[in-house]
């Protein structure tokens, strides 16, 4: 389990995480999403103590990240393919860390054949390889020493199609077994297909946390008007919730005849009024984050622009 208590991140006068609070449990897939420079690399990075919070606390399974004794045997984390020794083969990166946590060859063979290294591609030199490679080998390295928690940043980068359904499959098998698993990609239609739970970050801070079901299905009722403005308008005094969508109609959080009442009683002819389709998690991040995209601000890494 990880757990994000009220996680701030400052730096000077910008802030970058702004009282963040999630978790993620045991057996499920969280997808991790935000736009470019939303924070979500930053949070990531004081989850696993590589950057220190201003205020706020994280763990996993209850225990601060530099307090877990031998941590790659609790969480597996991969937040950067390239930062592996280019000079060194892919089997002597593995065998090294092998040696760090106390697990035995047996393993190294495993995860080389899990990932699909083993064999020729094991005793090339990383520099050598393929980004999608350098991904297989980032994973292979977070599962090495058999954590309960994985920690995954854009771990599909690089990958063909065939190399990110399999990469679907490891993480929704891992979590079907019992693991927790935390996801952030920009591949938001990867991520619909394997996530349970959805956390979603804008602007440093939490804009949707729920099950997944219940985001992509939380619509309400479509509605589209001969006049929009004047039905915009209308709705929008009733103190109704209105989301504009790209046809000119509204997603609105009410019951038909209120709307049609509304609608009615600004004189607008309604041409449309139904239950809103979802549009998926595409939409969903759109309409959430249209007003978070926050490239460029943030002066934490040029890897938390991602």
């Given at each position: 389990?990880i757990?994000?208590e009220h996680?701030?991140?400052?730096?000077?006068?910008?802030?970058?995480?702004?009282?963040?609070?999630?978790?993620?449990?045991?057996?499920?897939?969280?997808?991790?999403l935000?736009?470019?420079?939303?924070?979500?690399?930053?949070?990531m990075?004081?989850?696993?103590a590589?950057?220190?919070?201003?205020?706020?606390?994280?763990?996993?399974?209850?225990?601060?990240f530099?307090?877990?004794?031998?941590?790659g045997?609790?969480?597996?984390?991969?937040?950067?393919?390239?930062?592996?020794?280019?000079g060194?083969?892919?089997?002597?990166?593995?065998?090294?860390?092998?040696?760090?946590?106390?697990?035995?060859q047996?393993?190294?063979?495993?995860m080389?054949e899990?990932?699909?290294?083993?064999?020729?591609?094991?005793?090339?030199?990383?520099?050598?390889?393929?980004?999608?490679?350098?991904?297989?080998?980032?994973?292979?390295?977070?599962?090495?020493?058999?954590?309960?928690v994985?920690?995954l940043?854009?771990?599909?980068?690089?990958?063909?199609?065939?190399?990110?359904f399999?990469?679907?499959?490891?993480l929704?098998?891992f979590?079907d077994?019992?693991?927790?698993?935390?996801?952030?990609s920009?591949?938001?239609?990867?991520?619909?297909?394997?996530?349970?739970h959805?956390v979603?970050?804008g602007n440093?801070?939490?804009v949707?946390?729920?099950?997944?079901?219940d985001?992509?299905?939380?619509?309400?009722?479509?509605?589209?008007?001969l006049?929009?403005?004047?039905?915009?308008?209308?709705?929008?005094?009733?103190?109704?919730?209105?989301q504009?969508?790209?046809?000119?109609?509204?997603?609105?959080?009410?019951d038909?005849?209120t709307?049609?009442?509304t609608?009615?009683?600004?004189?607008?002819?309604?041409?449309?009024?139904?239950?809103?389709?979802?549009?998926?998690?595409?939409?969903?991040?759109?309409?959430?984050?249209?007003?978070?995209?926050?490239f460029g601000?943030?002066?934490?890494?040029s890897?938390?622009?991602?």
């Amino acid at each position: 389990m990880i757990t994000v208590e009220h996680l701030t991140k400052r730096y000077g006068a910008f802030t970058a995480v702004s009282d963040v609070s999630f978790t993620c449990v045991p057996g499920t897939v969280t997808g991790f999403l935000g736009p470019n420079g939303a924070g979500k690399s930053t949070t990531m990075r004081m989850i696993s103590a590589l950057t220190p919070p201003t205020s706020g606390t994280t763990t996993v399974n209850g225990v601060a990240f530099r307090d877990l004794p031998n941590p790659g045997r609790h969480i597996g984390v991969l937040l950067d393919a390239s930062a592996q020794h280019a000079g060194r083969s892919g089997r002597e990166i593995l065998s090294l860390s092998a040696q760090l946590l106390g697990v035995g060859q047996k393993r190294v063979d495993a995860m080389l054949e899990l990932v699909g290294l083993a064999g020729a591609p094991e005793k090339r030199r990383v520099g050598n390889y393929s980004l999608g490679m350098r991904q297989r080998l980032g994973l292979a390295h977070a599962l090495l020493g058999d954590p309960s928690v994985l920690m995954l940043d854009e771990p599909a980068n690089g990958l063909d199609p065939e190399g990110i359904f399999w990469m679907r499959g490891v993480l929704r098998d891992f979590a079907d077994r019992g693991g927790t698993v935390m996801l952030s990609s920009h591949l938001l239609r990867e991520v619909e297909a394997v996530a349970d739970h959805l956390v979603v970050i804008g602007n440093g801070k939490i804009v949707a946390d729920g099950s997944k079901e219940d985001l992509l299905h939380a619509g309400g009722l479509y509605v589209r008007g001969l006049d929009p403005a004047t039905l915009e308008k209308a709705l929008t005094e009733a103190g109704l919730s209105v989301q504009p969508t790209r046809d000119g109609g509204f997603s609105v959080a009410s019951d038909a005849e209120t709307i049609g009442r509304t609608a009615l009683a600004a004189g607008v002819v309604l041409l449309e009024l139904r239950a809103a389709d979802s549009g998926g998690l595409e939409e969903m991040f759109l309409r959430l984050t249209s007003n978070h995209d926050t490239f460029g601000s943030n002066p934490d890494s040029s890897k938390d622009a991602a």
